[in-house]
């Protein structure tokens, strides 16, 4: 796939570490040209820089996407600068865990707000710029919205609506030659992960340490995942070699889901 993505647009939201930040890496290193969104400017500053080391610099955009008007800037600015997106990759959001009754209605209301309804306003604004690149899309979710947990339920909930659309979604990609797939992430060494341990060593009266060695041991995977394990599906699943691979949803966890799809 070397050289693939040449003057292709990658647009990568919470592109600014993480799991974000290693996918646009990826993309970049095969020649794309990536726009990374994330409300913190100043670690967008430093996502720019990583993946501008393996290839073209990125546009960064700054803004907040729980919001309508934070999406339509990120999508007027890809357009404007570009005129078109190959892939868009739907990464942001952080959704809250911990008791179930300690979560407020702003809690729920955030965690929809980032990672569902900012998917949903990026899909529709850049469809048809991705229906004229024969494009894909690929929704970032996690393994809560087919495994829910009691310290997730918010989580498991946003992650279940965006699993539903997505796969929603497949037949306008049908129709219009747009690719839709799903990636839900396993445990991967983040710093979204090590805030949730901490979130849900609160909830269970433990220690970070604690929690993190008992969900280990409990999942009996081999090792916690890295962002780039994520990314390398994701260069895959936008890939010609990959151009079959549709309205799916793959886990990338090292075997945790306990179920058999």
Not at 30 to 41: F, H, K, N, P, R
Not at 77 to 100: H, M, P, S, Y
Not at 133 to 157: E, K, M, W, Y
Not at 180 to 200: K, M, S, Y
Request: with cysteine; hydrophobic share 45%; aromatic share 6%.
């Amino acid at each position: 796939m070397a050289g693939e993505f040449a003057g292709k647009v990658v647009v990568v939201t919470g592109g600014s570490r993480g799991i974000g930040r290693a996918i646009a890496a990826a993309f970049a290193a095969e020649g794309a040209q990536t726009v990374l969104a994330s409300a913190d400017a100043g670690r967008l500053a430093e996502g720019a820089k990583a993946v501008a080391a393996g290839g073209p610099a990125p546009l960064t955009v700054a803004g907040d996407l729980r919001t309508r008007e934070g999406c339509e800037q990120l999508f007027a600015q890809v357009k404007n600068r570009f005129g078109r997106c190959d892939v868009l990759v739907n990464n942001a959001g952080a959704t809250r865990g911990g008791n179930f009754f300690d979560l407020p209605d702003e809690a729920w209301a955030d965690g929809f707000a980032l990672k569902f309804h900012a998917t949903v306003r990026l899909t529709r604004a850049f469809w048809p710029l991705l229906k004229e690149a024969h494009g894909s899309v690929i929704n970032i979710i996690g393994g809560a919205a087919r495994t829910p947990g009691p310290d997730f339920l918010i989580g498991g909930a946003v992650n279940a609506a965006m699993g539903n659309f997505s796969k929603g979604l497949t037949a306008l990609g049908n129709r219009d030659d747009v690719n839709v797939n799903v990636i839900h992430p396993g445990q991967t060494q983040t710093d979204r992960v090590e805030q949730l341990f901490a979130q849900f060593a609160k909830a269970q009266n433990k220690t970070v340490e604690q929690v993190r060695e008992e969900s280990l041991k409990k999942s009996g995977i081999r090792r916690i995942g890295l962002p780039e394990d994520i990314a390398a599906l994701a260069v895959f699943l936008a890939s010609a070699k990959g151009r079959h691979i549709q309205g799916t949803a793959i886990a990338v966890d090292g075997g945790t889901t306990p179920g058999y799809y």
